[in-house]
């Protein structure tokens, strides 16, 4: 799916097909129902991940890679621990139904703001130097 769709768009439908899968749990569901929504929604953003883990690397020249990609999975790996902490608060405190809003804005923000990355690195030969990216990108607008 990602070398046939591009990682830009492979990643935002994996973003909105996860808001589909969450968002009949604004209301109650059976367990096994929920048990089943919440796996699809976790699979989605498993494979968002992957793609992102795919499309990082390629969008930062070599002389920059590791730092780019470091510093993109730290932010990520900080929403991680928010994440549960914030979902956990507005469980206890008999609000799912906010919770579940609440991660179906920022997962479906999410999606929209990757259809907005500036680069899709689809069948693009990875880059050497900075200066490189920028005649590239001025190139292929």
Do not use: N, W
């Not at 830009?8 to 996860?18: H, T």
């Not at 069948?123 to 920028?134: P, Q």
């Amino acid at each position: 799916m990602v070398d046939k769709l591009g990682r830009k768009l492979s990643m935002s439908m994996m973003f909105f097909l996860c808001c589909i899968f969450l968002l009949p749990l604004v209301v109650d569901q059976q367990a096994g129902l929920t048990t089943a929504l919440l796996f699809g929604a976790r699979i989605c953003i498993t494979a968002t991940f992957t793609i992102i883990y795919i499309y990082a690397p390629e969008v930062y020249p070599t002389s920059v890679r590791t730092t780019g990609v470091g510093a993109a999975s730290s932010m990520g790996r900080i929403g991680g621990m928010i994440c549960p902490l914030v979902a956990v608060a507005l469980v206890h405190g008999c609000h799912q139904t906010a919770s579940i809003l609440l991660f179906e804005a920022v997962i479906l923000m999410s999606g929209i703001c990757v259809l907005l990355f500036p680069v899709e690195t689809k069948g693009r030969d990875l880059t050497d130097s900075v200066a490189t990216v920028k005649h590239i990108d001025v190139t292929s607008e």
